[in-house]
């Protein structure tokens, strides 16, 4: 795992060297074995979004053809604790 987290923190450093419109990279290191109960709990939160009203939750969608909202941000605005989904989230999520 050591190895995988020094890729992206190279692959992190080289763009954050850059500038201008280069200066810009995402990655991410996700561990594969937290992922059945993170599904497992999205899956049952998802029901919950349908009261969320869209407009107070960050888009990424530039061009409002489908959907992109920040998932943690929506869930945050749901009647449920968030700690669950947000603990288990953070247990996938190696490398931010």
């Given at each position: 795992?050591?190895?995988?987290?020094?890729i992206?923190?190279?692959y992190?450093?080289?763009y954050?060297?850059?500038?201008?419109?280069?200066?810009?990279?995402?990655?991410s290191?996700?561990?594969?074995?937290?992922?059945?109960?993170?599904?497992?709990?999205?899956?049952?939160?998802?029901?919950?979004?349908?009261d969320v009203?869209?407009?107070v939750?960050?888009?990424?969608?530039?061009?409002?053809?489908?959907p992109?909202y920040?998932?943690?941000?929506?869930?945050?605005?749901?009647n449920?604790?968030?700690?669950?989904?947000?603990?288990?989230?953070?247990?996938?999520i190696?490398?931010?």
């Open positions: 795992m050591s190895a995988l987290k020094r992206c923190r190279k992190f450093d080289y954050d060297k850059q500038s201008g419109l280069f200066q810009s990279a995402s990655i290191l996700i561990s594969k074995h937290a992922l059945p109960d993170l599904a497992t709990t999205i899956r049952d939160l998802h029901q919950t979004l349908a009203n869209p407009d939750v960050q888009q990424f969608n530039r061009q409002k053809q489908y992109c920040d998932f943690k941000d929506a869930y945050s605005h749901t449920t604790d968030s700690k669950k989904w947000s603990e288990e989230l953070d247990s996938v190696v490398v931010e």
